[in-house]
């Protein structure tokens, strides 16, 4: 190697080549930072089902669990979760083997997979028939099994064990299976382990109140209380948080037929009735942030929902007594909730025994007929629909010109209130075909159901006031700061006055009953408060299919939760509508109530 | 006719019609009369030549040999090519320079057999500044010097900014040149003051960044030639002829539109008058444009991209930005590409590019000094527009190159025709190969033969006469004895006043006695 020094021009030109190089290594280190640091990574589910189950919708990249982690917690807290797993919180895996279970995703984040929730955490529910061990899964269904308060009491203690230290992350890491290479477990020893004992630290000290709180039990969430903490770090320590307000847990909603929720009060409490605000709410209860929300994945569980059936009743229908039942189901239901068949396409789909008469048929259907409301009998029969300027457009029918959309009230863009990715139909589709594989007729007509969606005084429901009291006005104040700056910046959310009616369109499958779960069984709800359970079992997915809704007594199969009525926020008072029927009129409404 | 889509561009062919070949041949051959010096023809072969010189700036036989050519082809006057008045000031290796006394009998060979055909010479006294193409081993780990630290943006050779005592070094440098010139025998020198070397680098706006007494306005730019001017006639006298060539704009924005445009033509005007001194200046201008070399406009024609390819890559090692240069020639496209910008910034004349900058030049300086001679350069190769110009007064004579290299005997010619049969087509081949290979015409098209072989051969027969006769050769004369004078090449016909050939021959059998000189 020659020691003579360059020429002048060799040395520019092996100057500028350093620079060139310098600036090529720049550009090449800011991609590989893109790739690992910023870029992340998910899987890509082509079936909407799955996509909803296991697809991200940005929840892990600010509160995610590096994926080894969620694996090695299992094998060193295996006492605590009883040997299960996670199934010890009700978590259901697809498969046996998979290796999250349903309601979990991943996303590379950082250069690390990290897991956290997604939509179906909350809304998978599962059912068994009397004396089958075969669980069948409803995606879209309440998740009846999750003990999602059990879950984050044992993250929190789990971040105020002094026993999870590195040695022991590393350990069950190692019983898990783990086989990281060198770089991955000098990552976790040094960066997850103490990022994530400071996270469930913090996690652990903004919901401290839940240990003040009764126990949710299996199937049952207080959405707003930890939403106040984490997202808005309203103070909820005892002076701050009132007693009434503390035990706010209610049952998950079911989340199929979005199209014709649009416009209702949705929410237990109604506080706001644009389906993809709420989406986007819910989403954040999940885990994302503003920053981290990955909206064409949310956007695309939104179009999936809006028109997924209501699951079809597994049992029978006595066709006779649902046709008597849909008459009382129209005299004393539909005005709030809506309506599914009419007698006679009760009859129709659900025949009765050979045995039953023309006379006896005609009989019901002449009561039936009867016992309609005028105001909810099908237009055409000389019965003109009242029109309400903001239902106007939801109706079935007839949509007023030029009324398109209810305005927002606050005056500003209403995009908020539009689906993310399509604009609202002016009116919604009735579906055409009675039960099938696909589904359950369903009238959503507001015109002809005018309490539907609408919400009910308290005074009027009567039923338990923790979920109403959880949500305050300076938390909806709150909410609509929320995506400040962005198109669909919250601002529909808002303070009601009780509860709000909803459509019943596959109620067997949203045991058990009251926006608290308070009730297990329809034929229970039809009782007075006084006569309805007091003190009951959660837990079971077995149906019970004479009174629908899940068994509730203590020889019920699977791991059962006492649910106490007396308890604060768990009242079954209220909603008496029914309750002087006599019981074979009661029968017969939940015999009708199957078929929806 | 224009023929742009086979690259040949604008020529003027058909002769002025207000004047017959017989008054054109008898405006070109007039003498023309210098201060101090009196040239027979309006014709000077421009400053040109190839490497044929020894390393270290000797001169060699072959230089001779190439003088001679033109000489014997009828040329008025022969301006030397770029004769560096040092080694840092090289632009190109084996080419002789006057930078030593010791070169001074070289040149008075060169000068003895030029005269022999009434022929005057000029020195071209040269620095390339920061033009240096081929600055050589002895140059290799020096930047070169100029006006400017900024480097050169066509090549990208690094340079840097002369000191003072460096400028006054170089001023010293120009006045032994000339000393050695006159001590040689030439008959005069040229100051080469344009195309981008190092007077340019000083004159020009464009180039010139100095904040000391050599840099700002006009005046102060001209500072450093115009102690040159003072410096020679100093060392020579005021007889001994000296002219200055000049751009009559520097177009220096030419590649890179955000270059400074450099002087404008009002500029070149004060300066011209300026060198002028009170009539212990300079004695002629040439006029020529363009602050680089090659540029568009100097030499101006065609831009042969294969040949550039094949022949720049000793560039590689001397700018920063000619490995740049060469993938843009090596590429087809880019090389197209390149070609067109080349040709546009050109324009469509070619023959007389520079008139009207040698038309203003001669009304400037005339107004102050009748006795000031223009001469002009730019493609000139026909009667009548040599004659024309002369006519128009736009300037007193034209200096030609590559219409010489293509057709030697040019003057031949142009005494009883308006042009060559085989014309010099503008290709710039000649230009581009002298780079690596000895200069001549490279443009086979114009080679008789039937077949590509056939004229190929006759063009490498061609180029190659420049080396005959050899220096030494077996025989009588022994070693070292030169031999006889090769056969006129490019087919000349003797001009009327052209020097009868036996008599040359004659002359050169007498002096093939002894070893050259």
Redesign the interface.
């Known amino acids: 190697m020659s020691r003579d020094?360059l020429?002048?021009?060799?040395a520019?030109?092996r100057r500028?080549r350093r620079c060139v190089w310098l600036v090529l290594a720049l550009l090449l280190g800011g991609l590989i930072y893109w790739l690992v640091a910023v870029n992340q990574y998910v899987i890509a589910h082509e079936a909407e089902e799955e996509h909803f189950l296991h697809g991200s919708i940005g929840a892990e990249t600010a509160n995610g669990l590096p994926v080894w982690a969620f694996r090695a917690l299992p094998v060193i807290y295996a006492d605590r979760m009883g040997g299960e797993g996670w199934r010890h919180f009700g978590l259901i895996y697809e498969q046996e083997d998979d290796p999250l279970p349903i309601g979990f995703s991943s996303r590379v984040v950082t250069g690390v997979e990290r897991v956290w929730f997604n939509c179906s955490l909350c809304h998978v529910g599962t059912y068994r028939l009397p004396g089958q061990a075969e669980q069948q899964r409803i995606p879209g269904a309440p998740s009846n099994n999750l003990r999602l308060h059990e879950l984050i009491a044992f993250l929190i203690r789990v971040g105020r064990d002094p026993g999870f230290t590195p040695d022991r992350l590393m350990e069950g890491i190692a019983g898990a299976g783990g086989d990281l290479s060198w770089p991955e477990r000098l990552v976790y020893r040094h960066i997850v382990h103490p990022r994530l004992r400071d996270a469930l630290a913090w996690v652990g000290e903004r919901l401290d109140f839940i240990h003040r709180q009764q126990d949710w039990g299996p199937g049952r969430v207080d959405t707003f209380n930890p939403y106040k903490a984490i997202q808005f770090n309203f103070p909820m320590d005892e002076a701050h948080l009132a007693a009434a307000a503390l035990d706010g847990a209610s049952d998950y909603p079911a989340i199929w037929q979005q199209r014709p929720r649009e416009g209702m009060n949705l929410h237990w409490d109604g506080n706001n009735d644009s389906v993809a605000e709420r989406n986007l709410s819910a989403a954040l209860g999940a885990g994302v942030t503003p920053v981290t929300v990955d909206r064409p994945a949310i956007a695309r569980i939104e179009r999936w929902m809006r028109d997924l059936p209501a699951p079809r009743w597994p049992g029978p229908v006595e066709g006779l007594r649902a046709a008597e039942g849909a008459g009382l189901y129209a005299a004393h239901c539909a005005s709030c909730h809506g309506m599914g068949r009419d007698a006679r396409a009760v009859l129709r789909d659900f025949p009765p025994p050979a045995g039953v008469t023309a006379a006896e048929k005609a009989r019901v259907l002449a009561a039936a007929e009867a016992a309609w409301p005028s105001s909810c009998r099908p237009q055409g029969e000389g019965n003109p629909i009242p029109v309400f300027p903001e239902e106007a457009a939801y109706r079935t029918d007839a949509p007023v010109e030029g009324a398109a959309r209810p305005s927002a009230p606050t005056g500003l863009a209403d995009q908020a209130t539009a689906p993310m990715d399509e604009p609202a139909p002016a009116t919604y589709s009735r579906p055409a075909s009675l039960p099938g594989a696909e589904g359950v007729a369903y009238d959503y007509d507001r015109g002809r159901y005018p309490c539907l969606g609408e919400v009910v005084a308290l005074s009027a429901i009567g039923t338990d006031p923790g979920r109403w009291a959880s949500y305050t006005r300076e938390f909806a104040a709150a909410q609509n700061l929320l995506y400040a700056g962005k198109p669909w910046r919250f601002h529909r959310f808002r303070k009601t006055q009780g509860y709000a009616s909803q459509p019943l369109d596959g109620i067997w499958a949203r045991s058990p009953y009251l926006h608290n779960g308070s009730v297990p069984t329809l034929r229970d709800l039809m009782e007075p408060p006084a006569l309805r359970p007091r003190l009951w079992q959660r837990g079971s997915d077995e149906l019970d299919l004479a009174r629908v809704g899940y068994r509730s007594d203590a020889a019920a199969p699977g791991r059962l939760f006492p649910y106490d009525t007396t308890r604060p926020g768990n009242s079954n008072a209220g909603h008496e509508y029914g309750t002087r029927l006599t019981p074979a009129q009661k029968d017969a409404l939940v015999e009708y109530m199957k078929t929806l | 006719m224009t023929s742009w889509c086979l690259g040949v561009p604008d020529i003027v062919m058909s002769p002025d019609a207000d004047h017959p070949h017989e008054s054109n041949a008898a405006v070109i051959f007039d003498p023309l009369p210098f201060r101090g010096l009196t040239v027979r023809n309006r014709l000077f072969r421009s400053n040109i030549s190839g490497m044929f010189d020894e390393y270290d700036g000797h001169g060699g036989p072959t230089r001779l040999n190439w003088e001679e050519k033109f000489a014997r082809g009828g040329v008025g006057g022969i301006i030397t090519s770029f004769t560096p008045v040092s080694v840092r000031g090289r632009i190109l290796t084996r080419y002789a320079m006057i930078d030593d006394d010791d070169k001074i009998p070289f040149w008075r060979a060169v000068s003895e057999r030029v005269h022999r055909y009434d022929c005057k010479i000029l020195m071209q006294l040269s620095h390339s500044g920061r033009q240096q193409d081929l600055g050589g081993v002895e140059n290799l780990h020096r930047k070169a010097q100029s006006s400017t630290s900024k480097r050169d943006y066509f090549h990208g050779i690094l340079c840097e900014a002369m000191t003072g005592p460096e400028v006054r070094a170089v001023v010293q440098q120009f006045a032994q040149g000339a000393r050695r010139a006159r001590e040689a025998g030439l008959d005069g020198v040229e100051l080469h003051g344009a195309n981008g070397y190092l007077i340019t680098q000083f004159l020009s706006s464009g180039i010139n960044d100095r904040e000391d007494e050599y840099g700002g306005g006009w005046e102060a730019r001209a500072r450093f030639v115009l102690e040159i001017v003072r410096a020679i006639r100093a060392e020579v006298g005021p007889d001994f002829h000296l002219q200055m060539k000049i751009n009559g704009e520097d177009h220096n924005d030419w590649l890179y539109p955000w270059q400074g445009r450099g002087n404008s033509l009002d500029e070149t005007l004060k300066i011209c008058r300026l060198l002028l001194d009170d009539g212990r200046g300079v004695d002629a201008f040439h006029v020529s444009s363009g602050a680089t070399f090659p540029h568009p406009r100097n030499p101006p024609g065609d831009l042969p991209m294969r040949e550039l390819a094949r022949w720049y890559d000793g560039m590689l090692s001397q700018g920063t930005r000619a490995g740049f240069n060469h993938a843009v020639f090596s590429n087809r496209l880019t090389a197209a590409a390149f070609r067109a910008y080349w040709r546009w910034r050109r324009g469509n004349v070619i023959e007389g590019i520079n008139l009207p900058y040698a038309r203003a030049v001669t009304e400037a300086v005339r107004a102050v000094d009748p006795t000031v001679r223009v001469i002009c350069t730019g493609g000139f190769q026909h009667a009548d527009a040599i004659a024309g110009a002369i006519r128009a007064g736009d300037c007193d004579a034209v200096s030609i190159a590559r219409p010489l290299i293509a057709n030697n005997d040019l003057p031949q010619i142009l005494a009883h025709a308006n042009g060559p049969e085989r014309e010099c087509t503008y290709c710039n081949k000649c230009l581009v190969n002298d780079l690596e290979n000895p200069l001549g015409c490279y443009e086979v098209s114009r080679y008789p033969g039937a077949s590509f072989e056939d004229r190929h051969a006759a063009m490498i027969a061609e180029v190659m006469s420049v080396f005959r006769p050899p220096a030494f050769r077996d025989g009588p004369g022994g070693f070292g004895a030169p031999v006889a004078a090769a056969p006129p090449a490019g087919g000349g016909r003797a001009a009327p006043d052209m020097p009868d050939e036996a008599d040359v021959s004659k002359e050169q059998a007498v002096a093939s006695d002894g070893v050259r000189p």
């Open positions: 020094p020429t002048p021009v060799e520019a030109i500028r």
